[in-house]
């Protein structure tokens, strides 16, 4: 954009071009809230620089004097800092412009394609709103839109049944929640078998007792021994409540699965009004790519938006099957679908938290396999960080799944990189952190255990350098001097703990005769072992877990499923 104005200036452009290109779209960027107040007073200022300079040469009929001036202001401020500064200035400028076009290409999707709403109470929603309706499709103006969109807050507090457990979601802060929705599982050896609740419950006691998980429940494994019971679902709450006192992932339903699922929580927090009063539980409801969401899906939104439980909109379109081949244009379609959905919500009930979601991938087309493992995802989620942001919403994204079909060299490398793009993202809501496989298909006690370790060197990463004048250990340098060694000082003794990471899965010593898939399988098993010695089941109080039991069985749900 500021280069497009100076070549304006050598005569490329006229000044009509210069002032009125620069002047659009920093009032667009700047209505959209594309950027924030901070750069927008800079692009504001260059804009003024650049018309001021604009004038001066008209006047002395050197089109040539700016481009001069600037030249000299930079040689100048020749200096780290300046350079530093106006390198992140113009990277700045090329990525919003980016947003800006996906931005832009998504409201003309909204406008001409339209999405597709199978719900007949969200239909008459958005005819109320002043929607454009035909049959089960709806226009979005931008206007229209955005005013929605905007209603939601940036940032909302989760509040967990233990209070310790509450966390913000917004903002730079990244909370971690482990897989959901694997329908099988995956052993050692690799083979698949199906999940049961024994493995459901296991998974739960893991997630809680870990301090990297902020969250617990939803489906982490689909247990086959519930397949025949139509009360599944709330039974992997009713789990989930007994086993963990963390902020609740939820689950996406039918309406009278809903109603059932909330009734429970009315025991557990002191009614529907009280529940509704603070975000406690949190699910996703996916769109269906292209430009589509099914009754399940506007079902589970209507319920949670009511209730004033935040959900995640989240698109997952697959490039080249269920979206354009180019990320840009998957992009701009996966936009457009969170947007229309959140928009929704607030319709539902304006302020009510929501955050944006992005599963964006490429698909393998060959077999047309979901594909996490490519750096087509990572990609995504950049691009999806970013939009929501600039958006000014809470962000979803996830996690450190793989395509691989058994813990191996590939899950690691594969996960490393997912996870690592959402913390240089600041992803804010990382679920699928923890245990999957064969592109989430799959979940994995070996593969949990992993994760825990790749979410500790993550973690490590993200604390950056501590530089004071402890850490810089100057008088420690000029004790030991030149040839001395540092491993007796007392400083390495103080601070070697907390100052190197050291692994508790992966394997830097050997045993005698022993293989590195062996060490590190060992020390899986062991840490597996103490993390659930160490459990210990949070008590619901009072009467609550009978009630919620009475609860079930009222419900038709047979006693055989319902453990205390």
Same mark, same amino acid.
Request: hydrophobic fraction near 40%.
């Given at each position: 954009?500021?280069?497009?104005?100076?070549?304006?200036?050598?005569?490329?452009?006229?000044?009509?071009?210069?002032?009125?290109?620069?002047?659009?779209?920093?009032?667009?960027?700047?209505?959209?809230?594309?950027?924030?107040?901070?750069?927008?007073?800079?692009?504001?200022?260059?804009?003024?620089?650049?018309?001021?300079?604009?004038?001066?040469?008209?006047?002395?009929?050197?089109?040539?004097?700016?481009?001069?001036?600037?030249?000299?202001?930079l040689h100048f401020l020749n200096s780290f800092l300046a350079i530093t500064v106006f390198k992140k200035f113009f990277c700045e400028v090329v990525m919003i412009e980016n947003l800006y076009k996906i931005h832009n290409a998504s409201m003309r999707i909204l406008e001409? $394609?339209?999405?597709?709403?199978?719900?007949?109470?969200?239909?008459?929603?958005?005819?109320?709103?002043?929607?454009?309706?035909?049959?089960?499709?709806?226009?979005?103006?931008?206007?229209?839109?955005?005013?929605?969109?905007?209603?939601?807050?940036?940032? =909302?507090?989760?509040?967990?049944?233990?209070?310790?457990?509450?966390?913000?979601?917004?903002?730079?802060?990244?909370?971690?929640?482990?897989?959901?929705?694997?329908?099988?599982?995956?052993?050692?050896?690799?083979?698949?078998?199906?999940?049961?609740?024994?493995?459901?419950?296991?998974?739960?006691?893991?997630?809680?007792?870990?301090?990297?998980?902020?969250?617990?429940?939803?489906?982490?494994?689909?247990?086959?021994?519930?397949?025949?019971?139509?009360?599944?679902?709330?039974?992997?709450?009713?789990?989930?409540?007994?086993?963990?006192?963390?902020?609740?992932?939820?689950?996406?339903?039918?309406?009278?699965?809903?109603?059932?699922? =909330?009734?429970?929580?009315?025991?557990?927090?002191?009614?529907?009004?009280?529940?509704?009063?603070?975000?406690?539980?949190?699910?996703?409801?996916?769109? &269906?790519?292209?430009?589509?969401?099914?009754?399940?899906?506007?079902?589970?939104?209507?319920?949670? $938006?009511?209730?004033?439980?935040?959900?995640?909109?989240?698109? $997952?379109?697959?490039?080249?099957?269920?979206?354009?081949?180019?990320?840009?244009?998957?992009?701009?379609?996966?936009?457009?679908?969170?947007?229309?959905?959140?928009?929704?919500?607030?319709?539902?009930?304006?302020?009510?938290p929501v955050v944006y979601g992005n599963q964006a991938t490429s698909a393998d087309l060959r077999t047309g396999a979901f594909v996490v493992g490519g750096p087509e995802h990572p990609l995504a989620i950049m691009c999806g960080a970013r939009l929501a942001k600039s958006?000014?919403?809470?962000?979803?994204?996830?996690?450190?799944?793989?395509? $691989?079909?058994?813990?191996?060299?590939?899950?690691?490398?594969?996960?490393?990189?997912?996870?690592?793009?959402?913390?240089?993202?600041?992803?804010?809501?990382? &679920?699928?952190?923890?245990?999957?496989?064969?592109?989430?298909?799959?979940?994995?006690?070996?593969? =949990?255990?992993?994760?825990?370790?790749?979410?500790?060197?993550?973690?490590?990463?993200?604390?950056?350098?501590?530089?004071?004048?402890?850490?810089?250990?100057?008088?420690?340098?000029?004790?030991?001097?030149?040839?001395?060694? =540092?491993?007796?000082?007392?400083?390495?003794?103080?601070?070697?703990?907390?100052?190197?990471?050291?692994?508790?899965?992966?394997?830097?010593?050997?045993?005698?005769?022993?293989?590195?898939?062996?060490?590190?399988?060992?020390?899986?098993?062991?840490?597996?072992?103490?993390?659930?010695?160490?459990?210990?089941?949070?008590?619901?109080?009072?009467?609550?877990?009978?009630?919620?039991?009475?609860?079930?069985?009222?419900?038709?749900?047979?006693?055989?499923?319902?453990?205390?």
């Open positions: 954009m500021v280069l497009d104005a100076m070549r304006g200036i050598k005569g490329k452009y006229t000044d009509v071009h210069i002032t009125g290109g620069l002047s659009s779209i920093s009032y667009g960027l700047l209505r959209r809230k594309i950027i924030n107040r901070t750069f927008v007073a800079l692009m504001m200022a260059a804009w003024a620089t650049i018309r001021s300079a604009v004038i001066i040469s008209r006047v002395q009929g050197r089109y040539h004097f700016m481009i001069d001036g600037v030249v000299k202001i001409t $394609a339209g999405m597709r709403f199978q719900h007949p109470k969200i239909i008459e929603l958005l005819r109320e709103k002043g929607i454009r309706v035909d049959g089960e499709t709806a226009y979005f103006k931008e206007n229209q839109l955005m005013g929605w969109v905007e209603k939601a807050p940036k940032s =909302f507090t989760v509040h967990a049944r233990n209070s310790e457990n509450n966390f913000v979601l917004g903002g730079d802060n990244m909370v971690l929640g482990p897989a959901y929705g694997a329908p099988y599982m995956i052993d050692r050896d690799g083979r698949i078998r199906k999940g049961t609740l024994d493995d459901y419950i296991r998974f739960l006691k893991l997630v809680h007792c870990s301090d990297y998980f902020q969250t617990n429940g939803g489906i982490l494994i689909q247990p086959s021994d519930l397949d025949n019971c139509r009360h599944n679902l709330e039974l992997m709450i009713y789990n989930t409540l007994l086993h963990s006192d963390k902020a609740l992932i939820g689950i996406e339903g039918s309406e009278t699965q809903m109603s059932s699922m =909330f009734d429970m929580l009315a025991f557990v927090f002191d009614g529907r009004e009280k529940l509704a009063e603070k975000p406690r539980i949190m699910t996703i409801v996916n769109t &269906l790519s292209p430009l589509q969401m099914d009754r399940n899906a506007l079902d589970t939104l209507i319920a949670y $938006a009511s209730h004033g439980q935040p959900v995640f909109v989240t698109p $997952a379109p697959m490039e080249g099957f269920t979206a354009p081949i180019t990320i840009a244009g998957m992009m701009a379609l996966s936009n457009a679908e969170a947007l229309a959905g959140i928009a929704v919500t607030q319709m539902i009930r304006e302020g009510v958006y000014g919403l809470p962000c979803r994204s996830g996690g450190s799944t793989s395509d $691989a079909k058994k813990v191996c060299v590939q899950s690691g490398y594969e996960s490393m990189m997912l996870l690592q793009t959402c913390s240089q993202e600041n992803v804010n809501m990382v &679920l699928l952190a923890g245990g999957g496989l064969d592109s989430g298909k799959g979940i994995s006690f070996d593969k =949990f255990m992993v994760d825990l370790e790749v979410i500790g060197l993550v973690r490590r990463l993200r604390e950056g350098v501590r530089i004071d004048d402890d850490s810089l250990a100057l008088d420690v340098i000029t004790e030991v001097g030149p040839g001395g060694q =540092f491993i007796t000082s007392s400083h390495t003794a103080r601070l070697c703990r907390q100052e190197i990471w050291n692994p508790q899965i992966g394997a830097r010593r050997l045993a005698s005769g022993q293989t590195s898939y062996e060490a590190i399988n060992d020390n899986i098993d062991k840490r597996m072992t103490a993390i659930l010695e160490k459990y210990e089941q949070p008590r619901l109080s009072g009467e609550l877990a009978p009630s919620l039991t009475e609860y079930l069985i009222s419900r038709g749900v047979d006693n055989k499923y319902l453990r205390v």
